[in-house]
């Protein structure tokens, strides 16, 4: 954590520059869950060095605005998760399966023959790259093992419980690695918590144990209601948030702007960190400072702001870079308001 009270970060993702993403395929669909190539603009032999550019864009992107913690903007994605979950072994990825996405409709998805193992590190290049470029803590994200097996059709394992726990040992793995390549934070996707929550209780929990078991560096979770581009309806509270105060997880990232979260919430999350999400998505009017700092203010009756890291309530992936910048900004600017009234009332 960084020394300063109420810190600022992304989730995870930042927009993708139009030279190097077809964004307007891109919001026409749900997040791809098998591979998308048909996305990129740039040619396969230039496309790691087009992702090298983009991620340095939005590496600035984030200082310029006065970010303390620094992602990568998930430039080299699809989506969120499909880079990770289709690089493991066990999945055929060229005959892939259906599942039902978190609005009930019908997905292609990996489909699982075999045993899911991580064949090689996946990510670790990409926290090489942003540690090199960046002078700030870092914090790089995975999907997790509840949401990837909620993405994927099981023709492999007796149950699902099973095989979330193999897809668990396989982001062990990944974080351990990602930690020895210079992250500071390690964050796990679990959107699907929220979605499925009757299944998260029965296996999640257990799952997400284990992809942090023996994992000594500072973690996050993110759980949300989804993407607000995508899914606009948005309930008032969380089905699953307090049983996460049974995690190994340090830090849980949730949503209240758009939602108008009931933050009392937050008080059944005794120790652990929370990223909170004060930026809607759903607005492309840039909030003004003050409103962010309104939205700070609702949750510092639940929770010390020492343990409080102020963020948009999901990933940017979805909005003009222009609405994104000013967004930071706005949240930079909201958190010194209220930091400087926490200074002022001590």
Not at 8 to 21: A, H, K
Not at 252 to 271: C, K, M, N
Not at 300 to 316: E, Y
Request: net charge negative; hydrophobic share 40%; glycine share 6%.
């Amino acid at each position: 954590m960084t020394n300063t009270i109420l810190p600022t970060s992304l989730v995870g993702s930042y927009p993708q520059p139009d030279w190097l993403i077809d964004r307007q395929r891109l919001a026409g669909r749900f997040p791809p869950r098998v591979r998308a190539r048909e996305l990129w603009r740039v040619a396969p032999e230039h496309l790691e060095q087009a992702q090298d550019d983009a991620t340095l864009l939005a590496i600035r992107a984030q200082e310029r605005a006065g970010l303390d913690i620094i992602t990568d903007g998930e430039m080299r994605r699809e989506s969120y998760s499909n880079r990770f979950a289709t690089a493991l072994e066990g999945v055929d990825i060229d005959n892939p399966g259906t599942a039902l996405d978190r609005s009930g409709h019908p997905n292609p998805v990996p489909r699982v023959v075999g045993r899911i193992r991580r064949r090689h590190p996946v990510e670790t290049r990409d926290v090489a790259f942003l540690r090199a470029n960046t002078d700030r803590m870092i914090k790089i994200t995975v999907p997790g093992p509840f949401t990837m097996a909620q993405q994927a059709q099981n023709d492999f394992y007796a149950d699902e419980a099973e095989m979330a726990m193999d897809y668990a040992a396989a982001v062990n793995e990944e974080i351990r690695d990602l930690f020895a390549a210079g992250a500071d934070i390690v964050q796990i996707d679990e959107p699907y918590m929220q979605a499925r929550p009757e299944k998260a209780r029965q296996y999640g929990l257990d799952a997400v144990n284990r992809a942090l078991e023996g994992i000594t560096g500072t973690t996050a979770l993110h759980i949300c209601f989804g993407y607000a581009a995508i899914i606009h309806a948005r309930p008032t509270g969380y089905s699953f948030l307090p049983e996460l105060c049974n995690c190994r997880v340090k830090q849980i990232s949730i949503e209240t702007a758009q939602s108008d979260l009931d933050t009392s919430v937050l008080g059944q999350l005794p120790d652990q960190t929370i990223i909170l999400g004060v930026i809607d998505l759903a607005d492309m009017n840039v909030e003004s400072p003050e409103t962010v700092a309104a939205r700070i203010r609702r949750a510092l009756p639940h929770v010390d702001p020492r343990r409080v890291i102020v963020a948009p309530d999901c990933g940017m992936k979805y909005l003009p870079r222009a609405v994104a910048d000013g967004k930071m900004r706005a949240m930079v600017e909201g958190a010194a308001i209220v930091r400087r009234e926490i200074a002022g009332a001590a």
